[in-house]
T-cell receptor
């Protein structure tokens, strides 16, 4: 089954404790992206990757890092989480073509105390 | 990328057609109209997209006005499971321009009533 898998789905952590949210897709998609969703603000893009070893900032990259060492994986790293990074996070992927639809993961709800 | 305007919320009776409007008056000639929906806090789900012509798939129909400044998503026979937030997005279709995705905005909360 074609899917985008995120882990963990739920996480409560404390300020400053490094964490990684993993994202994996099994559709051989070139393009992957991370979003955060906050009440009243819709989905905002954090980082995206056009292909392996190619990443770029989205609209709200501050406080986040990403890497794309393999085509299927695109982890989101919070080196020193802060309470304002409490949010619902989504990973998405699509083919590299222009008209490809985005496939989203089920989301990871992160709370930073 | 062009900005979109959608009503905040709409209701629809179960079994009736749900017509969700979207204004995108500043859309460019090379920008596509995309629709996604999000049920509760699940990941958004692709519905349909189009450029100029009307489109139909197993989920919905997309009607784009001739001047392309607005569009309507039609769910022909709404069910309770169609209750969701529906997002209208316009974005450039070519590869380089589509790299950065638009902010999804607040969308329209569609509630299908029994």
């Amino acid at each position: 089954e074609a899917q985008v898998t995120q882990n963990p789905r739920y996480l409560i952590t404390v300020t400053g404790k490094k964490l990684t949210v993993t994202c994996s897709q099994n559709m051989n998609h070139e393009y992957m992206s991370w979003y955060r969703q906050d009440p009243g603000l819709g989905l905002r893009q954090i980082y995206y990757s056009m292909n392996v070893e190619v990443t770029d900032k989205g609209d709200v990259p501050e406080g986040y890092k990403v890497s794309r060492k393999e085509k299927r994986n695109f982890p989101l790293i919070l080196e020193s989480p802060s309470p304002n990074q409490t949010s619902l996070y989504f990973c998405a992927s699509r083919t590299g073509g222009a008209g490809g639809e985005l496939f989203f993961g089920e989301g990871s709800r992160l709370t930073v105390l | 990328d062009a900005k979109t305007t959608q009503p905040t919320s709409m209701d629809c009776a179960e079994g009736r057609a749900a017509n969700l409007p979207c204004n995108h008056s500043t859309i460019s000639g090379n920008e596509y109209v995309y629709w996604y929906r999000q049920i509760h806090s699940q990941g958004p789900q692709y519905i349909i997209h189009g450029l100029k012509n009307n489109e139909t798939n197993e989920m919905a129909s997309l009607i784009i006005t001739e001047d392309r400044k607005s569009s309507t998503l039609i769910l022909p026979h709404a069910t309770l499971r169609d209750t969701a937030v529906y997002y209208c997005i316009v974005r450039v279709g070519h590869v380089a321009g589509s790299a950065r995705q638009l902010t999804f905005g607040s969308g329209t909360q569609l509630t299908v009533l029994p």
